[in-house]
Every structure is written in C-alpha cells, then in structure tokens.
Nanobody, 123 residues
Framework: QVQLVESGGGLVQAGGSLRLSCAAS????????MGWFRQAPGKEREFVAA????????LAADSVQGRFTISRDNARNTVFLQMNSLKPEDTAVYYC????????????????WGQGTQVTVSS
C-alpha cells in the first residue's frame, strides 16, 4: 500500500503561481511512476502531468504545457507540481496518483490516489 497526501492548494489570482506537493509513504517511493490529475466542478477527472520513477521522463497535458512542471524528489518521497501563469480554467481539485510500471496518462491504470487539494484561480 502507498498513502498519498497532497498539499499546497489554495486561492490565487489569475497569472499567479502555486506549488503542489504530494507526500508518499508506505512503500518504496522510487518504485512508482507518479501522476497529477484534476477534476473541475461538473467535469470528469483529467490528466495533468506524469513523471517516471526516476524523474527522467515527464509528460504534461497540452492545456498546461509550458505553464506546469512536474518533478520529484525520491529522497523526500515527494512529487511536486509547479503551476505558473494560472488561469481561472485551472480551478479544480488536484489529485496525485501512483502506479508501478511506466507512467501513463490513463487514469484507470493508477493504483493509489490521494484525497485531493483544491486550487481556485480568481479572474
């Protein structure tokens, strides 16, 4: 089992920045590829970004490309999502997720999920 706890969400004005963190415990963190997803009110959860077990490969959704950066620190068992140039449409609950094997954009392939952290971007 892997337990994931997100933090760093909050209220920010459009154009601002936030850094989300996801702390993992339970199993060897470096065994897992990690992903960030988000769910806006009334919408399905969608892929945001993912990172391989060693941080060597990352992928971001087109909607956040160039604004959001995913990274990880295996020594601290933590994955980060740096969000810059935030827009009102980025408002959502953000979830981190973990899976063994290669990282993927496919939500159903992730094994473990955090409880989410709310990000609200005001215009």
């Amino acid at each position: 089992q892997v337990q994931l706890v997100e933090s760093g969400g909050g209220l920010v004005q459009a154009g601002g920045s936030l850094r989300l963190s996801c702390a993992a415990s339970g199993r060897t963190f470096s065994n897992y590829a990690m992903g960030w997803f988000r769910q806006a009110p009334g919408k399905e959860r969608e892929f945001v970004a993912a990172i391989s077990w060693n941080g060597g490969t990352t992928l971001a959704a087109d909607s956040v490309q160039g604004r959001f950066t995913i990274s990880r620190d295996n020594a601290r068992n933590t994955v980060f999502l740096q969000m810059n140039s935030l827009k009102p449409e980025d408002t959502a609950v953000y979830y981190c997720a973990a899976r063994t094997g290669p990282f993927t954009t496919t939500e159903r392939l992730y094994d473990y999920w955090g409880q989410g952290t709310q990000v609200t971007v005001s215009s």
